[in-house]
């Protein structure tokens, strides 16, 4: 399985960006999908998530309202709506897939990942 990200890029702080997500080599539909980040210096954090359909998402408290996860199943391919950007969303953003059911918002229970996209935010 293969995912490549794309979409990053700079972007001023109020700014907003659409970060993509593309599978291949697998049963898309049968993954859990997530977004991850990591700034320098720091962990990997989660960002977002979204359930096998789309119909469930998740969001780690710091983007609650600002980015939504959505996926289209038909086309393998998972997104990230990043609005009102700040400058401590700065990071290196992960997409990642999940064959199982365990918590969704570690970043080590995640299968397959792609290659990371920078965003920055310049305030």
């Known amino acids: 399985v293969q995912l490549q990200a794309s979409g990053g890029g700079l972007v001023q702080a109020g700014g907003s960006l659409r970060l993509s997500c593309a599978v291949s080599?697998?049963?898309?539909?049968?993954?859990?999908m997530g977004w991850f980040r990591q700034a320098p210096g720091k962990e990997r954090e989660f960002v977002a998530a979204?359930?096998?359909?789309?119909?469930?998402?998740f969001y780690a408290d710091s983007v609650q309202g600002r980015f939504t996860i959505t996926r289209d199943n038909a086309k393998n391919t998972e997104y990230l709506q990043m609005n009102s950007l700040k400058s401590e969303d700065t990071a290196v953003y992960y997409c990642?897939?999940?064959?199982?059911?365990?918590?969704?918002?570690?970043?080590?229970?995640?299968?397959?990942w792609g290659q990371g996209t920078l965003v920055t935010v310049s305030s």
């Open positions: 080599g697998g049963t898309f539909s049968r993954y859990r």
């Open positions: 979204a359930s096998r359909s789309g119909g469930a998402t």
């Open positions: 990642a897939a999940d064959r199982g059911y365990s918590d969704r918002r570690d970043y080590r229970n995640y299968d397959y």
